[in-house]
Every structure is written in structure tokens, then in C-alpha cells.
């Protein structure tokens, strides 16, 4: 109840068309920096904010019939010395005690409500800054629609594609994640990936499921406009099959290489920055079980810049096959490479002040 008696109303406005939140203040100060704030200082953050309807619907969820505790899972981001709750949801997670371990089902929740994009079209995944992301077991979840799923191992990567078609992955930053960043696999095409910043990273982004399967032969990805690194060691992206528009990105270094692939695959690879490491390898590109001389590779490279000794060995006997094929909705002009710095100066998750345009 003494919570309580400090809700008030702060009069800032929403997003999507919510125009209030509850302001919960407590007492304190704290001096450590904000990056360490959840690793040193459980006191760091000041204020919570939480939405109206975020708050609506944890009031509906305490106030359910069930005799025994619930548990629930808040959604937001932190802004300065604020939580900032922006929606909440039911857990299928229930207990009798006071100590109840609903971590496993909430990480399970989380990867699949935001990470996991299974069969699924018309999809943009824009300004999201996704880290840290572990595995987990298969278990029951609860989906955004109230019912309960099955949910298979997770492997910990950022982002997934599962047999998803037209998706847009725009200006996110993404880091240290146990498995990959982005997995575009079985049967999942015209996916477009731009803008994003990948940093701090061994497998980046991988294009195609695995050797096996077939239906990633009919994949097609642009990767554009974004910076990997620093730190990125390999998976600039790799492609299994299928074909890979790779235009305009920045390589700050890499530690195997950059840019690889098996089955057969076909990459132009056009107007980049490669920034070779001081040390280790300088070839860009890596090709699994691929002989001097096998046609079917095609491995281009077209305006490239090339820096501190980076290389790139072409495969291919013709540029046939390496076009992307764009119709007139989907084509855009392409940069010189030596303007690509600047290009990707804003990639990843914008920090757009308050009410701005961004």
C-alpha cells in the first residue's frame, strides 16, 4: 500500500498511440556508471515507468482467479536512471512458495516472442539493440496470443528465421550471443538485412540451414549498409546454398574470415570496405570443400575496396548468376565503397531523443 500512495501521473507521452505512464519514484542516489549499473549497483536506476497499458494488463493477471502465486514477464528498456516498462505478460509458470524459479520459462518466452520468426511473412524487426541471448531447453511457452506452445532447444542466437519470407532486420545493434546473431534457415528468402551494427561476435550471421537441406537453394538476402566489428570473427555472413547480395558494409577486421560459404553458393560481394587485421588472415573469404575449377561457385567481387592487405579470391568462371535480379520497387543505388565509413557511421539501433522523427 505504500507503493501505492507514489503512483502518479507524469504527463509524458507514449508510443503507439498511448499517451500516458505511471511514474513510481523511490528514495536514493547512485554514483556508479550506467554500464555497470546491473552488475555493481542494484540501486542505479531512480524511476520506473511503466505504461498504461503494460500496468492494466499486470492488474488484470494479479487480480485472475488462480489460488495460487502467478508469475508474469515485464518488457522495456532503461533510459538514463528509468526502467521504462512498456508491456507485460502472463508466464505459464506457477508456484506455492515464496521462492520460485520462473528464470528458465521467461528466457524460454523471450527468445520466442522476440527472437524466433517461424514461418512467418511482412515482418520488419527495426531499432532493437539484442545481446547477451543464451540456449535454452525445450519447454512449454506462452505466446503472445494467451496459448500455450512447444518450444524446441534454442541454440542462443539473436535473431532467427524459420521458413520466413519478405523480412526486413533495420538498424538493430546486436552482440555477445552464445551462438550466432542471425540465422536465416530452411526455406526463408527475400530477407533483407541493413543498417545493423554486429560487434563483439565469433558467428555472426549464417545464410542456409545445413548442408542437407535443399530448400535453401531458392534463398535470397541483401546484406547492406551495416558495420561489422569490432571484434567479428567469422560469418560476415556464411551461405550454404542459394544467393547473397552483399553491398556496402564496413569490415573492421576479422579473425577466420569474413565472408564464406559451402554448397555451392552464390555471393557478389560489392562496393565493401575490407579492413584487413593487423595480424592473422588477410583472405576475405572462405569456401568449404571447394576446388580449383568447380563452376558452380560463384564468389564476386565487384568495386570492393581493399585495406591494410585484405584479398578476396574470386570463383567462377562468368559473372553469370551473380546479379541480384532486383525488380524496380526493390533496386537502389549502390555507393563507391570509399564512401562506406560514413555510409554506416549510424548503423545499428538509433538514439533518438524524444519526440524527434528518427
Known amino acids: 500500500m505504500g507503493a501505492r500512495k507514489q503512483y502518479r501521473d507524469d504527463g509524458d507521452s507514449g508510443v503507439v498511440g498511448i499517451r500516458r505512464h505511471l511514474l513510481l519514484r523511490r528514495g536514493g542516489a547512485s ?15 531512480e524511476r520506473v515507468k511503466v505504461f498504461a497499458l503494460a500496468l492494466l494488463k499486470m492488474v488484470v493477471h494479479a487480480r485472475s482467479d488462480s489460488t495460487i502465486e502467478v508469475m508474469g514477464l515485464m518488457q522495456g528498456k532503461s533510459d538514463g536512471d528509468a526502467i521504462i516498462v512498456i508491456d507485460a505478460f502472463a508466464l505459464p509458470v506457477e508456484g506455492t512458495e515464496t521462492r520460485v524459479n520462473a528464470q528458465a520459462g521467461a528466457n524460454e518466452f523471450m527468445v520466442d516472442y522476440s527472437h524466433t520468426n517461424k514461418q512467418v511473412n511482412n515482418v520488419i524487426i527495426h531499432g532493437l539493440q539484442i545481446h547477451h541471448c543464451r540456449s535454452q531447453p525445450p519447454g512449454e511457452v506462452m505466446g503472445p496470443d494467451g496459448k500455450i506452445q512447444q518450444l524446441g532447444h534454442i541454440d542462443g542466437d539473436a535473431i532467427r528465421l524459420v521458413s520466413a519470407s519478405k523480412v526486413w532486420l533495420d538498424h538493430n545493434t546486436l552482440y555477445s550471443s552464445q551462438d550466432g546473431l542471425i540465422d536465416v534457415t530452411r526455406g526463408s528468402s527475400n530477407v533483407t538485412i541493413s543498417n545493423n551494427w554486429f560487434k563483439n561476435q565469433n558467428k555472426v550471421m549464417l545464410l542456409g540451414h545445413d548442408d542437407g537441406y535443399l530448400r535453401d537453394v531458392n534463398m535470397k538476402v541483401t546484406v547492406a549498409f551495416n558495420r561489422f566489428g569490432p571484434d567479428c570473427h567469422q560469418r560476415m555472413p556464411r551461405v550454404r546454398y542459394g544467393y547473397a547480395h552483399v553491398v556496402n558494409n564496413l569490415y573492421q577486421g576479422w579473425g577466420l574470415y569474413a565472408i564464406g560459404g559451402s554448397m555451392n553458393p552464390s555471393v557478389k560481394s560489392q562496393a565493401n570496405l575490407f579492413v584487413a587485421p593487423k595480424s592473422g588472415k588477410k583472405e576475405v573469404t572462405w569456401k568449404k570443400n571447394y576446388h580449383h575449377g568447380m563452376s558452380e ?23 553469370s548468376g551473380v546479379e541480384p535480379h532486383y525488380n524496380h520497387e526493390q533496386g537502389f543505388p549502390v555507393a563507391d565503397a570509399r564512401s562506406v565509413r560514413v555510409l554506416t557511421r549510424n548503423s545499428g539501433a538509433l538514439n533518438c531523443p524524444k519526440r524527434s522523427r528518427c
Do not use: I
Request: with cysteine.
Open 31 to 45: 554514483q556508479v556508471p550506467a554500464g555497470e549499473a546491473l552488475v555493481n549497483d542494484p540501486h542505479f536506476f
Open 297 to 319: 561457385w560463384k564468389f564476386k567481387s565487384v568495386k570492393d575496396v581493399f585495406e591494410n592487405g585484405a584479398c578476396f579470391q574470386q570463383t567462377g568462371d562468368n559473372n
